[in-house]
């Protein structure tokens, strides 16, 4: 395993020892959280569907450091998260489904785990386990088109999508669960994460994995208009936000937002990458009219109000962390594609 930055170092200490559940552990986020907390010494128990159009890959836990329990399970299953979360000191929940354009093609799906299941692993855990720690995953997807920039977590929820709205709805019962139950639950809106690990052999998770791919593979990348501007994290940073909220008691019950100080136009991302690949082309095209009633246009995150909370703020720079995402892929392409 790599020599984590310091900046994560410090952040996986208080969970030496600790039992970490990761609901969607073998995807993307998931895998990158528990390698570290395995590595920092916590027992971590990753759950995770494998549904094939989902973002579990078992080749993000090839070479896991010791320390990761994998259960083949699904969020909708009530009897195995009734014993899942059993012991756990922390459950950092990220299973859901990410795509907005299949949320329209199957709603009903998207609500099963989007919304349904969040109702099933709050109850597992009201009953099984009232003392646990908890962050759920959100997304900027719930602001839907921004009436101002940058958004801020007191801007309207409008979703332009099915999975938006299940989405708010997860967080909603989050809240609701430690309003009523007191149940100690953390929502971070997570804005675009990208890294090693990521889905990039289709665009349901983003679309700067798709692009990723079809640079190194010698195809045009395709980028519909272009002028959008948009927001980063690195998977690390969000990783150091995730272990970080559960370690300040004044942050249950609370939302926060996560995103960067830079910000830039995806036709500029997608010349960016070619140039860190050193290969690839670009091609500027009209949106698809599927996609082009759920663009949200320009999107950038104020996140002020968890620094001023834990003193979060990212640490990787855009040009750093997609350099390390194309190396990454460049070396590990075959079991991603």
């Not at 896991?64 to 994998?70: K, R």
């Not at 940073?237 to 272990?243: I, M, R, S």
Request: hydrophobic share 40%; charged share 20%; net charge negative.
């Amino acid at each position: 395993m790599d020599a984590l930055p310091d900046f994560l170092r410090a952040a996986t200490q208080p969970f030496v020892g600790k039992r970490v559940l990761v609901t969607g552990g073998i995807g993307f986020i998931g895998s990158n959280l528990a390698r570290i907390l395995a590595q920092a010494g916590a027992h971590v128990t990753v759950v995770d569907s494998l549904i094939p159009e989902y973002g579990g890959n078992l080749a993000n836990l090839d070479d896991a450091p010791a320390g990761i329990t994998i259960n083949i399970a699904d969020v909708r299953d009530q009897f195995s998260l009734r014993y899942l979360v059993q012991g756990q000191d922390v459950l950092f929940n990220l299973a859901g489904q990410t795509s907005h354009l299949d949320s329209m093609r199957d709603p009903f799906t998207d609500l099963d785990i989007n919304a349904k299941a969040q109702l099933a692993i709050l109850e597992a855990c009201r009953h099984f386990n009232p003392g646990i720690e908890i962050v759920f995953a959100s997304t900027r997807q719930i602001y839907g088109k921004p009436q101002y920039l940058p958004v801020d977590e007191r801007h309207p929820i409008r979703p332009v999508d099915v999975n938006g709205v299940n989405k708010a709805a997860g967080e909603q019962f989050h809240q609701l669960y430690h309003d009523v139950y007191g149940l100690r639950t953390r929502v971070l809106r997570l804005t675009n994460t990208y890294g090693p690990r990521m889905r990039i052999k289709d665009a349901r998770q983003t679309f700067l994995g798709i692009w990723i791919k079809q640079i190194l593979t010698d195809i045009p990348v395709e980028v519909w208009e272009g002028n959008q501007l948009r927001d980063f994290n690195y998977v690390d940073d969000v990783v150091a936000a995730l272990l970080n909220v559960t370690q300040h008691p004044d942050t249950t019950g609370a939302i926060f937002n996560l995103g960067s100080t830079e910000k830039i136009s995806l036709l500029d991302l997608a010349h960016r990458l070619v140039e860190i690949a050193g290969q690839g082309t670009v091609a500027i095209k009209s949106f698809p009219a599927e996609r082009k009633k759920i663009d949200i246009g320009d999107y950038y995150s104020d996140f002020r109000k968890i620094e001023a909370a834990i003193g979060w703020r990212p640490q990787v720079a855009l040009s750093e962390g997609l350099c390390a995402t194309v190396d990454y892929f460049r070396r590990h392409l075959d079991r991603y594609t």
